[in-house]
């Protein structure tokens, strides 16, 4: 069997979490605008926002597993990752519903099924004229917080990788590099499925999810794949 | 730096009350300022022919624009520590820098919006901006304040790999992300439209006709945080500090395990539990909108 080279390898993984953050994007119901004004499912911020608010949590709960586990196993620096970006996305998909409910005085309602999947709840009579839907129903909330865990995952995956990469050239300020760089493969992977799903998308069970993931999988692979490259480049740099 | 339980314990309450402060400030300096998806309305309002005194600073998105401030504020910070200051002197020097740049953005954003709808014949009021600035700024300031206290903490007590620039910048861009998901909601789903009949739902060819009356005189932005003070804020806060307290609580007792995640998912699951029976309520509580109108429809 033919050995792989371990930037080779560390390339790959990079190009994986970037699409699995991608991926991960279009599980979170962002509702953009109108959901601030209760006039569309999901929270009410935009997708970009959203995703890198939660995936970055999840990266300062991976790196200080990684500081102070440096044993620590690749699934477990992913797990962390992962586990701080549901806990952050849970607490505000939360608070965002306390407000709705008792703040603007609206039942949860999504507009793209006619009965919720988990429960089985009616939503269509809850929708109010004039607009899509408005809440955070239990659908769109499970498939939020499924989409902070994988993004969380991904995000633990580049730091990860990064880290192996950097830390036997410059073993001091190796976190400080792998973080800038692990938000900034953030951002570019949350941008991408922007322009797929047009601003608003309510989960797993929105049309549109299976309409656009295939394309923005793929774009966000080769991205990610570029992004992985530079990440070794910029590595000889550092052989001073 | 190694510390028992209850010391842990004790560091870890105190940063979940610096993030609920941070995440309640937050939400009503982006409301005071009116910044985010609500401005939209605000924006919208004089094409509509509802000429308004609200305030308009949509520097950017919340996030990135909370993000700067407190990476300002934490740069500034680690300067002085450099130099021996203090650490409250130089977090509250490098806070107040922070809200500095932030007040410049707002006052050129504000009259840059305000100038360019200048053919929808909005005035640009002087003293609203004379007013306003230095509140946004006060609100920014104890936000900052609380942030780059939190990254302080995790910086040098708890020993976080990051620096603590780069923890204000990310606190900073999760607090802008749950203040524009929660407690922009407040103000602009509620308190930009109270003239409508509460629980209506808001249709959307409301767009752009916010109330502009105030409970006496006409409405300004001051007003508005009066308002989103009372919920918005407070459940930013909670939002926050739930993040930063459920988030590094199933380590700090269980240790860098496995279990400690799965107690982090247990957490998830209480919060996803706790929303199904916010929604079960709210449904029994306000009814289906449509079934009400057949119902109606069948009386007469």
Known sequence: MVAIDPNLLYVLLIAISGTLICAAVHFIPVGGAPAAMAQATGIGTGTVELAAGSGLVGLITASYMYAYEPLASMALVMAAGAMGSMVMLASTMFAGSLVYAYGVAVPFASAQVKKDPITGQRQDTYISKGTQGQGIPTICFVSGVVGAGLGGAGGGLIYFSLMQIYTPLIAASAAAVAGVFTMGVFYVNSVIPSYGVGGTIEGVHDPKFRRVIGKDVFTSFAISLLCGIVAVFIAQGMMV | MVLDLTMSMAILALMGALATIAGCLEDLESDVGSQSNPNSQVQLAPQMG??????????????????????????????????????????VIGAFVGAIILAIYATTSYAGRVASQTRFKQPLYMDIMRYT?????????????????????????????????????????????????????????????????????????????????????????????????????????????????????????????????????????????LNRLLEIQVKNAYGPYKEEKNEKEAKA
């Open chain 2, 133 to 273: 600035t230095p509140t946004i700024m006060a609100h920014n300031f104890i936000m900052n304040f609380c942030l780059v206290a939190l990254a302080y903490i995790q910086y040098e007590v708890l020993g976080y790999p990051f620096t603590i620039p780069f923890l204000a910048l990310i606190w900073g861009i999760s607090a802008g992300a749950i203040g524009s998901s929660v407690g922009d909601v407040h103000y602009g789903g509620e308190r930009e439209f109270q003239n409508r009949e509460f629980g209506c739902g808001l249709n959307t060819a409301l767009s752009g006709r916010i109330v502009r009356k105030a409970e006496s005189g006409l409405r300004n932005s001051i007003d508005n945080v009066w308002f989103c003070a009372k919920f918005g804020g407070p459940a930013t806060g909670i939002a926050l500090g739930l993040t930063v307290f459920f988030s590094s609580w199933p380590t700090t007792i269980w240790g860098y395990t496995w279990t400690a995640m799965g107690v982090g998912v247990i957490v998830v699951a209480v919060l996803t539990i």
């Open chain 2, 50 to 91: 509802f000429l308004h005194r609200i305030y308009n600073k949509a520097i950017s998105g919340e996030p990135i624009s909370n993000g700067l401030s407190a990476v300002i504020a934490g740069t500034v910070t680690s300067v002085l520590l450099n130099e021996k200051y203090y650490a409250v002197t130089a977090i």
